[in-house]
T-cell receptor, first 114, second 113 residues
């Protein structure tokens, strides 16, 4: 089955820890994205990547880092510099079609700071 | 900066009603608009994609329209069912941040039997 997988489903982080959220897609999509969702707010863009070995900051990139070493993988690291990381994290991907592409989302990872 | 607004924030209807969800955006220079459904604690499911050259898209009981000049889109749900209860999100792709989506805060729909 083609799709986007995210792991883990739930993640708990202690103060001062870095944690990494996994996102994998087998749709052969060029572009991948990370969004953050907080209660009562819309999804906000953290990072996006349109091609391997290249990525760009979104609106709320501070305290986060990413890598794109393979087309199918776009892991997100939440560093200790992120002051309020408790949120629902969603990964998405799309074919690069100059903006007319449809985005597909994974099931999400819920991160809680202990 | 592009902003997306969805009205109403919440809506409760009895089963069988036809209903309309509204989405507005401030910058008409968009590439496309997507409507999503989100169930509690789950990811987003794409419902309809309307490209900038299109006026509407239909899928089953769902019909979405796009009026770029006025910065508006509507999602029409016919003959609502309890299984339609979810949060519906509208998002646009504009000239900012590559092809990343800019989202509204959603409309939470509750359909009672």
């Amino acid at each position: 089955d083609g799709g986007i997988t995210q792991s883990p489903k739930y993640l708990f982080r202690k103060e001062g820890q870095n944690v990494t959220l996994s996102c994998e897609q087998n749709l052969n999509h060029d572009a991948m994205y990370w969004y953050r969702q907080d209660p009562g707010q819309g999804l906000r863009l953290i990072y996006y990547s349109q091609i391997v070995n290249d990525f760009q900051k979104g609106d709320i990139a501070e305290g986060y880092s990413v890598s794109r070493e393979k087309k199918e993988s776009f892991p997100l690291t939440v560093t200790s510099a992120q002051k309020n990381p408790t949120a629902f994290y969603l990964c998405a991907s799309s074919i690069w079609a100059g903006g007319e592409d449809e985005q597909f989302f994974g099931p999400g990872t819920r991160l809680t700071v202990l | 900066k592009q902003e997306v607004t969805q009205i109403p924030a919440a809506l409760s209807v009895p089963e069988g009603e036809n209903l309309v969800l509204n989405c507005s955006f401030t910058d008409s220079a968009i590439y496309n608009l997507q409507w999503f459904r989100q169930d509690p604690g789950k990811g987003l499911t794409s419902l309809l994609l309307i490209q900038s050259s299109q006026r509407e898209q239909t899928s089953g009981r769902l019909n979405a329209s796009l009026d770029k000049s006025s910065g508006r889109s509507t999602l029409y749900i016919a003959a609502s069912q309890p299984g339609d209860s979810a949060t519906y999100l509208c998002a646009v792709v504009g000239n900012q941040a590559g092809t990343a989506l800019i989202f509204g805060k959603g409309t939470t729909l509750s359909v009672s039997s």
